[in-house]
């Protein structure tokens, strides 16, 4: 038994902890400021609330100079973001989607690595309509960003999908669950009215008036596919599969991607299973782990607020316990699994009940009509005819999901027609990346990620080839910055954006996403990437064992130590 006396940092709380509790929960001037004719922006303060309705205020950094020489103010813009728990949306609700980013935002949509929808360049003037045209789909973007919990992600697994829509069925009901109860983003976007008196019966029975210290991420993997990166969850909650049955999940807590450079009192951190426990009380598991950081997150240092921090400063078995004693019952021990890989299977495969499923490669999630690819196009005209679901996957890609016998020819025909077959000719190594959004819109980033990955695998497919690994599955993946949107410190390959045409590199990740990566070399532009890629692919060719996986090959070769925990990523 620890039973130590647990509490929170000192210290005073930050400037976002005290916009949180002035603002009416989450109300702030959000409704004034958004009709106000004189600014396509919003102040600051009604900016770090907007994100808890869904959406960041952005400004385009490639017209900053150009519009500060024209006295202009910058580019302003939001970037909003659909939950879909588990990814799921149905034709219908594609196509609305679709049609929304033609006449509200910037023409395309990005698949995120949470299996939901953002939208970039939408107007201020724009965004009401927008909310609205979501909502009367069924679809939110209510607390896809923010201090609360996020679109919860599930495996979508169609080659399994018995246990896949037990699966996604919890994961809906998780992520329904967790939603803050305020009324504010029905009054704001939905013509909600306020109800007399509201501020005296409102209340937050999850969350309390300040929310969480930072955003809280739940995913659930279903063994031998890790696609969630269950290890990088805030909770994090394994199935368990018993003769075709689902009889529970392992329980892990304590993942997280972000960090800042130069700081090692921040770093990625992998969950620990902490236990077992039954799909029947996942809900109160999931909500007694959401307030335990509620109490005793890091409100003062928003840098060090993730849950991650929480459990390393209190303890893992004191977090534990606390749990458990909110339970008023115990976890049961972890039950044995494996994962043999956290990317996604492409083509079509048949799954249970006579229904098909294509996993579709989208690069870097960007659903757009390119000048030879019409893949927007070509996913509008199958949706038109599709009856049955999109499924977006962890790794931004897209699984045209339970395609009756008697649709599937039509609409293999059209992929035919619209080249969506092609991107199974890529290699093993392009199919396996990821990328952020980065430049131009994001305001984070230090340097290009969504628009380079692509033209750097051109070059690095080269070095592929001439290595004789075109069908070698590595994960690689590129952020702008090092805040982790696309997971990079679980790839076994990662660039993280330092500056401008500068990265980070980082290797030696597990392949099942179970191990953190570790920097190799610091602050590189293009040539020494190829050049260091040159070199630790041919020697992968040469001197790897059967079956080993890059990862565990620059540990093994001791090219580079290997991460065993958060806490040692910077030693």
């Not at 240092?301 to 893992?316: E, M, Q, S």
Request: overall charge negative; glycine content about 8%; aromatic content about 8%.
């Amino acid at each position: 038994m620890v039973n130590q006396i647990l509490k929170a940092p000192d210290g005073p709380p930050s400037d976002v902890e005290e916009i949180k509790v002035n603002s009416d929960y989450l109300r702030g001037t959000l409704k004034e400021v958004m009709q106000e004719p004189l600014s396509a922006g919003i102040p600051e303060s009604d900016n770090r609330l907007m994100k808890h309705h869904g959406s960041y205020l952005q400004d385009d950094r490639d017209l900053r100079t150009e519009r500060q020489k024209q006295k202009l103010e910058p580019a302003y813009q939001f970037m909003l973001r659909v939950r879909a728990p588990g990814g799921v949306v149905t034709p219908e609700q594609w196509l609305v989607l679709d049609g929304l980013a033609d006449q509200n935002a910037n023409g395309t949509i990005k698949l995120t690595t949470r299996q939901s929808f953002q939208f970039h360049g939408i107007l201020k003037w724009n965004m009401k309509d927008t909310i609205q045209r979501i909502h009367n789909t069924l679809l939110t973007t209510l607390a896809a960003c923010g201090d609360v919990n996020r679109n919860v992600m599930c495996n979508p697994n169609p080659y399994q999908s018995e246990v896949h829509a037990e699966v996604y069925e919890w994961a809906s009901y998780l992520s329904e669950y967790l939603l803050p109860r305020t009324r504010a983003y029905h009054e704001i976007w939905l013509d909600e009215e306020r109800v007399a008196g509201t501020p005296d019966v409102e209340e937050e029975p999850i969350y309390g008036p300040t929310y969480l210290p930072r955003k809280f991420k739940i995913g659930i993997a279903v063994p031998p596919s890790n696609d969630v990166d269950v290890f990088s969850q805030d909770l994090g909650l394994i199935a368990v599969v018993e003769d075709g049955k689902l009889i529970g999940f392992n329980v892990a807590i304590g993942g997280g991607m972000g960090m800042t450079h130069g700081d090692k009192a921040t770093y990625p951190q992998v969950a620990k299973v902490i236990g077992f426990c039954t799909p029947d009380k996942i809900v109160e598991l999931a909500e007694k782990t959401i307030t335990i950081q509620r109490d005793y997150g890091n409100r003062s240092v928003r840098k060090n607020a993730r849950f991650k921090y929480t459990i390393d400063r209190l303890g893992l078995e004191a977090v534990k316990e606390e749990l458990e004693n909110r339970l008023g019952w115990k976890l049961e021990e972890a039950k044995p699994y494996h994962f043999d890989h956290n990317g996604d299977r492409y083509g079509w495969v048949k799954g249970v009940g006579g229904r098909w499923h294509f996993t579709l490669f989208v690069q870097n999630g960007r659903v757009a009509d390119f000048t030879d690819y019409k893949l927007k196009t070509g996913l509008k005209e199958i949706a038109k005819i599709h009856t049955g679901d999109f499924r977006l996957t962890p790794n931004q890609n897209l699984v045209i999901a339970n395609v009756s016998s008697q649709k599937k020819k039509k609409i293999a025909e059209l992929m035919e027609q619209y080249g969506l077959t092609d991107g199974n000719y890529h290699t093993a190594l392009r199919r396996s990346s990821m990328a952020c959004v980065a430049l131009p819109t994001c305001g984070l980033a230090f340097a290009e990620s969504e628009r380079y990955l692509p033209v750097l695998m051109d070059k690095i497919e080269e070095i592929v080839d001439e290595n004789g690994l075109r069908n070698e599955e590595i994960t690689i993946r590129m952020t702008g910055c090092p805040n982790g949107c696309a997971r990079p410190a679980l790839a076994e390959i990662a660039l993280i954006g330092k500056a401008v045409g500068k990265y980070n590199m980082y290797l030696g990740a597990a392949h099942d996403g179970s191990r953190l990566n570790k920097m190799y070399r610091e602050n590189i532009g293009e040539d020494e990437i190829l050049s260091e890629l040159k070199l630790l692919f041919s020697r992968y060719a040469k001197e790897r064992k059967d079956g080993e996986h890059f990862g565990d090959f620059v540990i093994r070769a001791e090219i580079i130590k290997a991460t065993t925990d958060g806490t040692n990523f910077h030693d």
